[in-house]
Nanobody, 113 residues
Framework: QVQLVESGGGLVQAGASLRLSCAAS????????VGWFRQAPGRTRDFVAL???????NYAKSVKGRFAISRDNAKNTMYLQMNSLKPEDTAVYYC???????WGQGTQVTVSS
């Protein structure tokens, strides 16, 4: 059974940093692109960041320069380093393996002003 488990969310003040983790189990995803999405209350689930198997990254314009996606294939884990957080970053963050139906359960990030 494949599972993606996120962790690292929390309540922080504007300007702070958080690091989200997404640990995969049940199979390895070294050959897949992996990404992060987020969903704020009443809004759609939006793309945040993506990393392909070769390490190339892509970011939403709203987080470029502040967030960084990474992966540790040996640990079957992806990360999202979030710096200079803003109240508008408040959302549930989800990890995903591209091209599959595998999503994490989500982790709440709340940024107070």
């Amino acid at each position: 059974q494949v599972q993606l488990v996120e962790s690292g969310g929390g309540l922080v003040q504007a300007g702070a940093s958080l690091r989200l983790s997404c640990a995969a189990s049940g199979r390895t995803f070294n050959a897949y692109s992996v990404g992060w999405f987020r969903q704020a209350p009443g809004r759609t689930r939006d793309f945040v960041a993506l990393m392909n198997p070769g390490g190339k990254t892509n970011y939403a314009k709203s987080v470029k320069g502040r967030f960084a996606i990474s992966r540790d294939n040996a640990k079957n884990t992806m990360y999202l380093q979030m710096n200079s957080l803003k109240p508008e970053d408040t959302a549930v963050y989800y990890c995903r393996v591209s091209g599959t139906d595998y999503w994490g359960q989500g982790t709440q990030v709340t940024v107070s002003s």
